[in-house]
């Protein structure tokens, strides 16, 4: 399947357990690959057949930048969500990080979830 990606996103929100990081805040990484057919645009070169990059990133922010969530794995659903929801992407992957994480000790890059999620497929009539 045809994916557009954006990498490497930062926004700094207010997502955590502790209380320090939902006072204080944090930055968070977000790559998100959203799987769509490519074909038409590919041939046509026109934007309105294809998921404007842009509107996924203002999607993400949105997110990532709004209320306050305790896991990683409600910030990275919400953006699944969120995009199949809003445009005609048929599946996603989120990866959200948090870069040094506060975890007493440790010394690593990052600490983050990975999701991937696909629109259902309509119910049969007789099952509705």
């Known amino acids: 399947m045809d994916a ?8 700094y929100g207010f997502h955590g357990v502790s209380a320090e990081e939902q006072a204080l805040g944090q930055r968070f990484v977000v790559d998100l690959e959203a799987q769509v057919d490519l074909r038409r645009p590919g041939v046509s070169d026109q934007l309105q057949q ?3 990059y842009s509107h996924l990133y203002q999607m993400v922010k949105e997110v990532v930048e709004g209320p306050r969530k ?5 910030v990275a659903e919400a953006i ?7 445009t005609p992407v048929i599946g996603v992957r989120v990866r959200v990080r948090k870069p040094s994480p506060p975890i007493r000790g ?3 890059d990052s600490a983050g979830v990975t999701i991937h999620r ?5 119910l049969p009539m007789d099952e509705l």
Do not use: N, Q
């Open 4 to 11: 557009i990606s954006l990498e490497g996103m930062i926004f």
């Open 50 to 52: 294809t998921v404007s």
């Open 80 to 86: 699944a969500v969120k995009v199949l929801a809003e």
């Open 106 to 108: 440790a010394v690593l």
């Open 70 to 74: 305790r896991l990683l794995e409600a």
């Open 118 to 122: 696909a629109k259902s497929p309509p």
